[in-house]
């Protein structure tokens, strides 16, 4: 079930809120929640559920243990690593395995002795990247003492399978919105009404009427990307920024809207990536409940700012790019970033001197760069397009491209130059809630006009 | 990292819910509107409503009449330049089937099958059924647009419209239809739907079941964004919904997808064809009607060697002649339209005289007026017309 679709603004939503504020009690909400997790889940193919559940299961007793053996170090150790090796199976399994294999297999015939290894078609659970790093954070934190483990099934069984940023994050930790969990049988249905909405019009606005806008001219486009021209790619993939960006934060607006109607604050997860100057700044910004996360759970693990601090970012950088997708171009657009880290660290003095909308728009453009690695299927797409991009090339036009162009222009300076939706302060003046009904029936009328698209980052 | 603040009060989201829910009224109140107002052509208002009390999947005793419609694979596409515009009159009689003039007298012959059988595209004295009528100068049933074609829907069919002593059902077998088998359900006849149907069977019947169905205002809606995707401001995402080719006059051509795609049907579909008609010619013969199968090409078997690129795949007449041995050697009367449409596009491409509409999945009325003549110069040579089988009077 998607955010955009009318099953879930006109049947999903309203049953999962008017029930929610009907049950009182802390426990009602938590069972409510989490059915309201699996429903929303299942709709896309309940099998998985059962997946969820084994792994919710496993990170609850784990956090039970730690509690029981609070002085045993080493039970509590043995109840940090089985779910995270369990989580991390799991993972690997349905999102890596059978890219493993395939590279056993390329890499071994590039070796000029071709291994046989079997061609598995595993279908990837969705969602399972955001859920899976919900439940390690939750063992991790709990095991260094960050958080006290819960003694509520249902509580912790609602944290992981709640709707809002069950499919595609933001990535929450339990500490962030366990005191909203545990207030959840006080919280004033009122409190966050408003914002919760603005949210969640801004961000269904940013889905709606602009990423998909934007991809309905770039994906027939990169369609035949070897016609494009040098000025039509970087079209196409400056248009990609817009969209991947409009996409992923809307859709994170979404989650932390639908969370403060329910009385829950989800985290920021974008705070204007492209306004960044320089590409430490870029990931403070940019999916900063990943960024933290592999910040907190293997940057700061592996040694930090502290010792061989180049190796740990490129280690951490191909790690953030492997956990988007079993595929090189993500590893690849994770080593990019991580050379550009490394420069910038190298570089810092000198680059800090510049002047601001410099830095900014060059900054802007290296992430452009990387974006091809992003969206390509394959390595040899990416270079294509890359070549393209540097070396000057005829080419077909781009069919929409005068639209794009304007659609582009907008939304840059939209990114650009304008605040952010937490940077707002969601109090609207009549004329701007007429406005903003408007964009909210335009976005309605444009879910009607067609089947709702899925978000970027679902395939994550 | 950054959290919600709070603030009171509720008028902002408020009214988001109301627009919302003016979403939901304006959906619901057009569904009281008529599709006669948004559709391109007659299909989708005439099934809308469908009655389970009527073997028809169109509703009883309506007429629609556009004179602007055009073809399914244009509005799929969304190719405004490949309309072509005709006027459709759609008419259906108390059963659901499309005949326009009460006939008096007991018809001889009923055309069962499809949407080619029922005319899509082609106005009520275009059918195969009119042409039939005309040839034979004899009333012919059109009761295309069977809901479900079964040996008992043919018998109660024959019954229901009083076919003559000696009348003769026409059963359509489409080329893309899979081939039908004793004892095999019915494409959709699945546990699943019996049980869906049961349960939702009295929502989706009749007026309900139309009101549910679709709605208007995303039809609306639709059409809109189909403007908008004109391939100038934004590429027409429905593109993809068919194939465009060019034939070799220089004139484009749509063609379903499906119908592009070689259907893999097993190597025993024509034998177990046979069978199915042969057993259906028996039942038939126990009510003295006599049973003729026609065989009907998809548009890509008849204009896929008349595109000016090589096709990706071969045009299907192997099985269909295969298709139609099977029944030869059953006994069972088969005209196999293949290579008589095969023909006439070809004579008739340099004077863009066409048997199918360029828009549309199916035949124009050169199309059916050939399938006609085609039938009832078998009917003669068979001895089909006039005489009862089995020596029934």
Redesign the interface.
């Known amino acids: 079930m998607l955010f955009n679709s009318l099953p879930f603004l006109y049947g999903f939503l309203p049953i999962a809120y008017l029930v929610f504020w009907r049950l009182r009690s802390a426990s009602q909400r938590y069972v409510w929640l989490t059915i309201s997790g699996y429903v929303f889940y299942g709709a896309w193919d309940y099998r998985f559920c059962a997946l969820m559940a084994f792994s919710t299961c496993v990170s609850y007793l784990a956090g039970l243990g730690m509690l029981l053996w609070d002085a045993n170090e080493s039970r509590r150790r043995l109840c940090l690593v089985v779910p995270v090796v369990t989580d991390l199976a799991l993972l690997g399994f349905f999102k890596y395995a059978g890219f493993t294999l395939e590279s056993v297999r390329w890499l071994t015939t590039l070796a000029g002795h071709p291994l046989r290894v079997p061609t598995l078609n595993i279908i990837l659970p969705i969602g399972i990247s955001f859920y899976t790093f919900h439940t390690i954070s939750y063992v991790v934190d709990s095991y260094r003492r960050v958080i006290v483990p819960t003694r509520k099934f249902w509580e912790f069984s609602c944290y992981v399978s709640l709707f809002c940023q069950l499919v595609a994050g933001p990535i929450v930790r339990f500490r962030q919105i366990e005191a909203d969990l545990n207030n959840i049988e006080r919280v004033d249905r009122r409190a966050y009404w408003n914002r919760g909405w603005s949210f969640f019009v801004m961000g269904l606005a940013k889905k709606v009427i602009l990423a998909d806008t934007i991809a309905s001219v770039i994906d027939p486009a990169l369609g035949h990307y070897r016609g494009l021209s040098t000025v039509s790619v970087w079209l196409v993939m400056i248009g990609y920024a817009s969209q991947i960006y409009f996409d992923f934060s809307g859709y994170s607006d979404m989650a932390v809207g639908l969370g403060a109607l329910f009385g829950l604050r989800i985290p920021q997860n974008f705070n204007s990536p492209y306004k960044a100057t320089d590409p430490s700044s870029f990931w403070q910004r940019w999916h900063i409940s990943l960024s933290t996360c592999m910040r907190d759970y293997v940057y700061i693990p592996l040694g930090g700012n502290r010792r061989s601090e180049y190796r740990n970012l490129v280690l951490t950088m191909l790690l953030a790019g492997a956990w988007h997708g079993a595929n090189w171009t993500f590893i690849a657009w994770g080593a990019y970033h991580g050379a550009l880290l490394i420069t910038y660290r190298l570089a810092r003095k000198r680059w800090d001197t510049l002047p601001e909308s410099l830095r900014r728009a060059a900054m802007f453009i290296f992430v452009v760069v990387g974006w091809v690695f992003f969206r390509a299927t394959s390595l040899s797409m990416a270079a294509t397009i890359l070549r393209h991009m540097f070396v000057p090339t005829d080419g077909v036009p781009v069919v929409g491209a005068g639209t794009l162009a304007a659609m582009v222009l907008f939304t840059i300076a939209i990114a650009m130059g304008t605040k952010n939706t937490f940077e707002i302060d969601h109090r609207w003046s009549p004329p701007m809630t007429a406005a903003l009904a408007s964009v909210f029936a335009v976005s309605l009328a444009l879910i009607y006009s067609t089947n709702s698209s899925p978000f970027l980052y679902f395939q994550f | 990292?950054?959290?919600?603040?709070?603030?009171?009060?509720?008028?902002?989201?408020i009214?988001?819910?109301?627009?919302?829910l003016?979403?939901?009224l304006a959906?619901t109140l057009s569904r009281f509107v008529s599709y006669d107002r948004v559709g391109f052509r007659a299909w989708e208002t005439m099934t809308r409503v469908q009655p389970s009390s009527t073997l028809s999947v169109f509703e009883p005793k309506r007429t629609y009449v556009n004179d602007a419609a055009y073809g399914d694979l244009a509005a799929l596409g969304n190719m405004r330049d490949v309309r072509v515009l005709r006027r459709e009159a759609f008419t259906t009689d108390s059963l659901g089937f499309r005949n326009a003039v009460p006939e008096g007298s007991r018809p001889v012959a009923v055309t069962i099958g499809t949407s080619f059988i029922a005319g899509s595209g082609l106005s009520d004295d275009e059918t195969l059924a009119r042409r039939l009528s005309a040839l034979l100068g004899d009333h012919v049933y059109n009761a295309g647009g069977v809901r479900t074609l079964t040996e008992q829907t043919v018998d109660t069919l024959c019954e229901s419209i009083d076919l003559k002593n000696g009348g003769t059902a026409v059963i359509e077998y489409f080329e893309r239809a899979e081939p039908p088998a004793l004892g095999k359900p019915p494409a959709g006849d699945t546990l699943g739907r019996a049980v869906f149907d049961r349960i939702l069977g009295p929502l989706r019947s009749a007026e309900l079941g139309g009101w549910l169905r679709s709605?208007p205002?995303?039809i609306f809606?639709?059409t809109?964004?189909k403007a908008i995707?004109n391939?100038?401001?934004?590429?027409n995402?429905y593109g993809r919904n068919v194939i465009r080719k060019d034939l070799v006059n220089g004139d484009p051509m749509l063609f379903f997808p499906e119908d592009y795609a070689r259907p893999g049907w097993p190597a025993d579909a024509p034998r177990r064809a046979a069978e199915y008609f042969q057993s259906l010619r028996s039942r038939l013969a126990k009510r003295h009607a006599r049973l003729f199968v026609v065989i009907i090409p998809t548009k890509y078997t008849v204009y896929g060697s008349l595109l000016r690129e090589t096709a990706d795949t071969a045009p299907n007449v192997e099985f269909l002649e295969q298709m139609q041995a099977a029944l030869v050697d059953a006994g069972v009367p088969v005209a196999n339209l293949t290579r008589t449409m095969q023909q006439a596009a070809r004579e008739g491409l340099a004077r863009r005289d066409y048997v199918y509409w360029r828009d549309d999945t199916h035949w124009n009325p050169t199309g059916v007026s050939l399938a006609a003549a085609q039938i009832a110069l078998q009917w003669r040579g068979l001895g089909l017309l006039g005489n009862s089988p089995g020596g029934a009077p």
Do not use: C, H
């Open positions: 990292m950054k959290t919600l603040a709070r603030m009171d009060g509720s008028w902002f989201g009214s988001i819910v109301l627009v919302g003016f979403g939901l959906d709605s205002l995303r809606l639709a809109q964004r995707e391939g100038i401001l934004l590429p995402s």
